[in-house]
Nanobody
Framework: QVQLVESGGGLVQAGDSLSLSCEAS????????MGWFRQAPGKERELVAA????????YYGDSGKGRFTISRDNAKITVDLQMNSLKPEYTAVYYC??????????????????????WGQGTQVTVSS
């Protein structure tokens, strides 16, 4: 079992930067691909960024390309999301997620929320204009 706890959300202005962190519990974390998703009111949950358990492979959703950076520290069992040049349309609850099925290959980067088995409670990010 993996427990995920997000932190770092808050209220910022457009153009600001914000760093989110997800702390995991459980020894197997280092073998799981991790992802950051977001969900705005009335919209579907979408992938922001994901990283393989090996840490060398990443994937960014359209909104994250060029603006966000995902990283992980398997020793500290954390995965971080650095967000730059934030826009009001990025306002959403941001979730951290873990995919245990990706342990079979260090390069796997799952993109669908259905591939992730463990989820955090989410952290609110609000970007004002």
């Amino acid at each position: 079992q993996v427990q995920l706890v997000e932190s770092g959300g808050g209220l910022v202005q457009a153009g600001d930067s914000l760093s989110l962190s997800c702390e995991a519990s459980g020894r197997a974390f280092s073998m799981y691909a991790m992802g950051w998703f977001r969900q705005a009111p009335g919209k579907e949950r979408e992938l922001v960024a994901a990283i393989s358990w090996g840490g060398r492979n990443t994937y960014y959703g359209d909104s994250g390309k060029g603006r966000f950076t995902i990283s992980r520290d398997n020793a500290k069992i954390t995965v971080d999301l650095q967000m730059n040049s934030l826009k009001p349309e990025y306002t959403a609850v941001y979730y951290c997620a873990a995919d245990p099925q990706s342990s079979r290959a260090s390069w796997l980067v799952p993109r669908s929320p259905h591939e992730y088995d463990f989820w955090g409670q989410g952290t609110q990010v609000t970007v004002s204009s």
